[in-house]
């Protein structure tokens, strides 16, 4: 495959950088306008107008107006379908130029951002387009004279609030479904990565998205995230971010109108490595798992739980993927790793790792921020040997590329030690014995497990986690129960 001229790329991108609410580009009331920081040089690369909680506001009459009257609500399933696979077209035929926006603004390799995230946003708007005209309702078995009906109906007006580490797919997992079933949307970007989101509702503008049914409003989390989550009009809130953030989430919808919400949080999730595994395989993928992406991944591999006898050859293959992934400017050609989203997530990443030397946690490589020819913030592969699994490198979610490495000696310790964290997100299970592949995920205490493999599956399972890692499920079928209601109607018949 030829490598992507992303300087090309870079001189037809063209973004929105207002607000988008009613169908029309506005800048916000007070006027306010932030710039926004590519990570990779440092540099001011766009400003863009962001909302405050009248902006906020405003979004949400016009979706509540754009809901009751149903020009989108009220249209068959199968004239949804259409529009939303005509924005998949639409994702399809501008990738690059949404690539390009998603690197400019959070750092991860552009080439990445292309085939893995870019990929994942178009398949994820034509899966719920092709999925909704084939969900039907329930018709219970009753007593002759009377007819029940259970139907599903939208659940009106949907907060969508979404991360910075994938952009656009976080964005089109939450979009998707929620307009397959009818709803309408006010999205709350990141604050780190605002104008990708911009592009990719242009288009869902250009597909026929009607007025009012998907809007846009930046701007800062304390302020239009939380107005959003307390407004007594939205009906559900669906996140993905921190886990703090969505404590903060439930508690505005406790104190507003107890609106339906939905998160997916933080993870700290394990690669168990027994004896038997393929441990090349294992130990590579491992060691990738948190490399990736810059290790700002709620499912990163962020610890490697390895059998006692294997450890020597696992922490040397570990190494060797530390060495080979160094980041690099990510418009640079296969560039392994990028750049943090952002100084400030460099400095806390640093402070995680500093913390963790002093409570003495054993450094093997990385530990300071690197030096890249365009001078951002970059952070090399990061690895801690032997950690105690009470330490805080083992327990906190650092959102960096930072690896703690715990040994085992038993299957039940493997689990236990699995199973100590206060998240259950993700987890990776490598073994080539079938029995013990199957009793050690059903005790692992998680959303997603992976046998023998990280990061695989596709859209028609579903995502999301237990215990501090949030409840709800994006992606497969199961998404759309998040923006429906359950109506029964009982019909009684004449005698
Ligand atoms: P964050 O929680 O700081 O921000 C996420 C979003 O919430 C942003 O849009 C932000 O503006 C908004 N926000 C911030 N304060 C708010 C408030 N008081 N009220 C309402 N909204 C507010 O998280 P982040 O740093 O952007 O993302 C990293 C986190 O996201 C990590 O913890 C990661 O594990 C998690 N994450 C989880 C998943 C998942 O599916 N489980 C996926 C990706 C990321």
Redesign the pocket.
């Known amino acids: 495959m030829t490598a992507t001229d992303w300087a090309s790329v870079a001189t037809r991108v063209q973004a929105p950088s207002g607000l988008l609410i009613d169908g029309a580009w506005v800048e916000a009331l007070d006027g306010r306008r932030m710039d926004v920081v590519s990570p990779i040089d440092g540099a001011r690369v766009a400003s863009i107008a962001i909302g405050g909680s009248a902006d906020i506001d405003r979004a949400v009459r016009a979706a509540r107006t754009a809901f009751e009257d149903g020009r989108w609500s009220g249209l068959a399933p199968a004239q949804r379908k259409q529009v939303l696979i005509a924005w998949a077209d639409l994702i399809v035929a501008r990738a690059e130029e949404l690539a390009y926006l998603q690197t400019l603004e959070m750092g991860k390799p552009a080439h990445e951002s292309l085939a893995i995230d870019l990929r994942a946003v178009g398949t994820t708007m034509r899966w719920f387009g092709e999925a909704i005209d084939k969900v039907t309702d329930e018709i219970p078995h009753t007593d002759p004279n009377a007819l029940a009906l259970v139907t599903r109906e939208p659940a009106g007006v949907v907060g969508a609030?979404?991360?910075?580490?994938?952009p656009l797919t976080?964005a089109a997992w939450k979009l998707a479904p929620a307009l397959a079933t009818g709803c309408s949307v006010v999205l709350?970007?990141?604050?780190q990565s605002p104008l990708s989101a911009l592009l990719l509702a242009e288009l869902g503008m250009t597909a026929g998205i009607p007025a009012g049914v998907l809007n846009v409003v930046n701007g800062?989390?304390?302020e239009a995230?939380?107005a959003?989550?307390a407004h007594r009009d939205v009906d559900v809130i669906t996140?993905?971010?921190?886990?703090?953030?969505g404590a903060?989430?439930m508690q505005?919808s406790a104190g507003s109108n107890l609106k339906r919400v939905w998160l997916?949080?933080?993870?700290k999730s394990a690669n168990v490595v027994f004896p038997d595994a393929d441990i090349e395989r294992a130990a590579r993928t491992a060691a990738w798992s948190i490399f990736f992406n810059q290790g700002e991944?709620?499912t990163a591999g962020s610890r490697l739980l390895v059998h006692e006898s294997i450890h020597d050859e696992v922490v040397d293959l570990v190494m060797d993927v530390a060495a080979a992934m160094q980041p690099r400017n990510p418009f640079a050609d296969q560039a392994p790793m990028g750049a943090l989203v952002s100084a400030s997530h460099l400095d806390r990443v640093d402070a995680l790792v500093q913390r963790a030397k002093a409570e003495g946690s054993r450094l093997i490589t990385g530990g300071a921020a690197a030096q890249v020819e365009p001078g951002g913030s970059y952070y090399p592969p990061t690895v801690f040997d032997r950690v105690d699994t009470a330490a805080s490198i083992a327990q906190h979610?650092v959102?960096g590329p930072v690896l703690a490495i715990s040994t085992f000696g038993s299957d039940e310790e493997a689990v236990r030690m699995a199973n100590s964290t206060e998240y259950g997100?993700a987890s990776a299970v490598w073994t080539r014995d079938l029995t013990r592949a199957h009793r050690v995920s059903r005790a692992l205490k998680v959303g997603v497990c992976w046998v023998n493999c990280y990061e695989e599956g596709d859209l028609t399972l579903p995502?999301?986690?237990v215990k501090k890692?949030?409840f709800g499920r994006?992606k497969s079928l199961h998404a759309l129960e998040k923006f429906w209601d359950l109506k029964s109607t009982w019909i009684q018949l004449d005698e």
């Open positions: 609030i979404v991360p910075w580490n994938f976080m709350k970007p990141a604050e800062l989390g304390a995230g939380a959003l989550s996140f993905t971010g921190s886990t703090a953030v903060t989430i505005a997916e949080l933080g993870g991944m709620c979610e959102f997100l995502f999301g986690g890692s949030g994006d």
